[in-house]
């Protein structure tokens, strides 16, 4: 199968000059390997067993809450469990961030409960809640040219609306919103900040998030409205009388908290210091269970990993697979695990993180150096039979491991069909019968062929201190 793709990519690099010796190509034994292995995963229930467990034993993972300690000791224990050579984890600190209660009403001209939510890092409002009027924006570049005189003392509601769509990019609407409306609203004087939910969905649940604060700007409190109120709102604002809404929120941050990434390695047999990286987030919103975000990712990558350990030969490289502590506050276990191996970049020869849910993966894009071209073709002739395309965007690896590629690993980017991931993101409704089986089995297959046809490849895939910092190429 490899050898019908590669003479296209071969014949370009020929022509352009390129040595034969610093081509990055795929042995044959390791493609057939690499396809038993996929075949293999499309019936392994591991990942989905693993995913029951952990959502079932610990439940939610709020970074620094609860049930942290109890996640990274859960980690631990299953990497042993599965077979891992080494297993470690690393420190990493970070704000501790608390909720503790919530509520929000309309109490003119209509009186109306609604379904709130805080957002990660907002404050409190003062005891007894805030009352005060809405002022109405339909975008967040409507309240980037608002005027402070008409926002000053009032609550600002921001409802802009997301889409479903394959690839999810409507969250760049919601999420730009959530994250930095609050610092814009306090900084033009207002009282608090709250937003229609970055979601997708017309359920009664909001979505939570994290915010981003100007480091010494001033702090309001923030939340986000179930989708089915913001349309209540909005119905409110129509009818031309002034709208108040009362908030209170008890949540702020209780000083900083160490937690760690957790690492498991299936070491190589002939090259152990190169690794080959992938895994997930093991933190999740307080809402729900956290099994789209990010259980699956991090069971992904122990099942995808597990299968790999057991063959009967090692492949070359290392697999490592790291559940990352604090994602989604603020990327905080990705940045320490860069700042941690930066010196290492070379010997991180490719790496993706699987944070986009847990339905089937339809598209895969890389960032790697150009000879390393036929290697993707030989890994896109295992993945389509999985119906997996080839993309023409650029890859970052995914959320924790893009600080790891902003120091030049070369990284790929693998997109699950997110139609209903944003139904459920950062909801209580984030939990395990959302899951598909097969699905889940799908994304295995996909991660232990890549994982696997990089572990054995002759040659590398460009990574290097700043190798990736141009833009352009086969991103």
């Not at 190509?25 to 038993?36: D, F, L, N, S």
């Not at 998030?209 to 109120?229: E, F, L, M």
């Not at 991931?421 to 295995?444: C, G, R, S």
């Amino acid at each position: 199968m490899m050898l019908r793709a590669l003479p296209c990519a071969l014949f370009a690099l020929f022509a352009a000059g390129v040595s034969a010796a610093t081509i990055t190509t795929v042995p044959e034994a390791a493609v057939k390997q690499a396809i038993a292995l996929r075949e293999q995963a499309l019936t392994d229930r591991q990942a989905y067993t693993l995913l029951e467990s952990l959502t079932t034993e610990v439940g939610p993972r709020l970074a620094g809450g609860v049930n942290d300690q109890k996640a990274r000791d859960w980690t631990v224990a299953k990497f042993k469990a599965l077979g891992f050579d080494k297993v470690w984890t690393e420190p990493v600190t970070y704000p501790k961030w608390v909720r503790r209660s919530e509520s929000a009403s309309l109490v003119a001209p209509f009186a109306q409960q609604l379904a709130v939510t805080a957002l990660g890092y907002s404050t409190a409002t003062p005891k007894g809640g805030i009352t005060a009027p809405i002022v109405f924006f339909d975008s967040l570049d409507a309240l980037k040219a608002a005027n402070s005189d008409d926002v000053k003392g009032k609550i600002v509601f921001v409802s802009a609306r997301m889409r479903a769509h394959k690839d999810g990019h409507d969250y760049g609407i919601g999420s730009s919103v959530r994250s930095r409306g609050p610092a814009i609203a306090a900084k033009l004087g207002a009282a608090a900040f709250v937003l229609r939910s970055a979601g997708t969905d017309s359920h009664r649940l909001p979505h939570t998030g994290v915010t981003q604060w100007d480091p010494d700007g001033k702090r309001i409190p923030a939340a986000a409205v179930s989708n089915p109120d913001a349309d209540l709102i909005e119905a409110a604002v129509r009818r031309g009388q002034p709208v108040q809404m009362k908030l209170q929120l008890d949540c702020g941050v209780e000083g900083d908290y160490t937690g760690a990434n957790v690492i498991g390695e299936i070491t190589g047999s002939e090259k152990p210091d190169e690794v080959v990286v992938m895994g997930g987030h093991l933190d999740s919103w307080d809402l729900g269970t956290g099994a789209i975000d990010d259980g699956a990712g991090v069971t992904i990558g122990m099942a995808a990993g597990a299968l790999i350990g057991h063959l009967p030969q090692a492949p070359k490289r290392t697999i490592r697979v790291i559940a990352f502590a604090n994602e989604e506050a603020g990327l905080y276990g990705g940045k320490a695990y860069a700042a941690a191996h930066r010196n290492e970049v070379a010997q991180h020869v490719l790496g993706s993180e699987s944070d986009f849910g847990s339905d089937r993966i339809w598209r895969l894009n890389a960032s790697v150096k150009p000879e390393a071209l036929p290697a993707i073709d030989a890994m896109m002739q295992v993945l389509a039979p999985l119906g997996v395309e080839r993309g023409s965007g650029r890859a970052n690896g995914g959320p924790d491991l893009s600080p790891m590629h902003a120091e030049g690993m070369a990284a790929l980017s693998l997109t699950n069909d997110g139609t209903r991931y944003f139904d459920y993101h950062h909801t209580a409704d984030d939990t395990f019968d959302k899951v598909d089986p097969e699905q889940l089995a799908q994304i295995v297959a996909v991660y232990v062929s890549w994982a696997y046809m990089a572990a054995e490849a002759d040659g590398d895939f460009g990574s290097a201190p700043g190798a990736f910092k141009r833009d352009g190429g086969d991103e």
